[in-house]
């Protein structure tokens, strides 16, 4: 290894580490059409598990056995497509990453208002307590919903640089911008490409709610328990893997989020949740 390379490969993990390493947080890949922006950002994640920064990883990225694309994998990159998956992984445990690919097509600023903008409004601030840095992926900042750029969340920006073709550094250079924590923007070069196999042709989709949601889950099931009039002492005792009142109320507050989005994706206004919120006193 010579020494160039040493300094380079200092400076990345220095980099991850002063990123990664703390509190969770929204960072953002950008960069023109084709510069290997959903391939970094699935190699970040696999640099951070490296690292021991995070443990797992999710994305709106389906990922697969091998080059035919066919056969789903998800020993390495959970696949998710919608905010219930999304919230009641964020909340099992454990630091993560999650890549949100293709934000420019989902969650585009000119529909600010929209249900999917407004929903992340609500998971960005809920990061930290979900130990999930959030990876943000889009062709054009300028477009892309404004909360993940809100200096209270965003910390860093990746930008693919793109370079021609024929030339040696075709998809590995990348322009890392971090003021809160880096004095000077750096460029890092030679980056390889993921080892995890996707298919980039295949579009990204995000949702509410996933198509067909089993409404027999462990967070609608211990919400309707505690409609029904059971204790919160007598639920910790009804389901193993809860171990104080507080994991019950954390339980039904992701059952109440659950019903929310079953709501709005069904437009239905005849019943409101703040029902169940407003009941959440612990009963002893």
């Known amino acids: 290894m010579t020494e160039q390379t040493q300094i380079h490969a200092s400076a990345w993990v220095s980099s991850l580490r002063k990123i990664y390493g703390g509190p969770a947080s929204v960072t953002t890949v950008s960069g023109p059409w084709k510069t290997g922006k959903t391939d970094f950002a699935i190699h970040l994640t696999e640099e951070l598990k490296r690292l021991g920064i995070i443990f797992v990883a999710g994305a709106n990225v389906q990922c697969f056995k091998d ?15 919608n905010f219930v998956t999304l919230e009641t992984w964020m909340f099992s445990g454990n630091r993560k ?3 949100y690919d293709e934000a420019i097509t989902s969650t585009p600023s000119r529909r600010a208002m929209s249900g999917m903008n407004t929903e992340w409004l609500k998971i960005i601030p809920e990061l930290s307590k979900g130990r999930m840095h959030l990876i943000v992926v889009t062709q054009e900042e300028s477009i892309t919903e ?7 969340f965003h910390i860093a920006s990746w930008e693919k640089i793109p370079v021609s073709p024929r030339s040696p550094q075709y998809r590995k250079m990348v322009r890392l911008k971090a003021s809160k924590l880096i004095s000077k923007p750096l460029k890092f070069k030679n980056l390889p490409p993921t080892k995890i196999i996707f298919d980039p042709f295949r579009s990204a989709t995000w949702r509410m709610s996933p198509p067909e949601m089993d409404i027999m889950d462990d967070d609608l099931k211990i919400l309707f328990d505690y409609g029904n009039g059971v204790s919160t002492d007598t639920i910790v005792l009804k389901y193993p893997q809860l171990k104080t009142r507080k994991d019950v109320t954390n339980h039904m507050r992701r059952g ?21 919120e407003n009941s959440l006193e612990v009963k002893q």
């Open 97 to 99: 990453a999650f890549v």
């Open 256 to 276: 109440i989020n659950k019903l929310k989005l079953c709501m709005s994706v069904n437009n239905s206004r005849r019943y409101s949740p703040k029902i169940f």
């Open 67 to 81: 080059n035919l694309c066919e056969d789903p994998d998800e020993s390495q990159i959970k696949y998710i497509d």
């Open 146 to 152: 404004k909360v993940f750029f809100n200096p209270t």
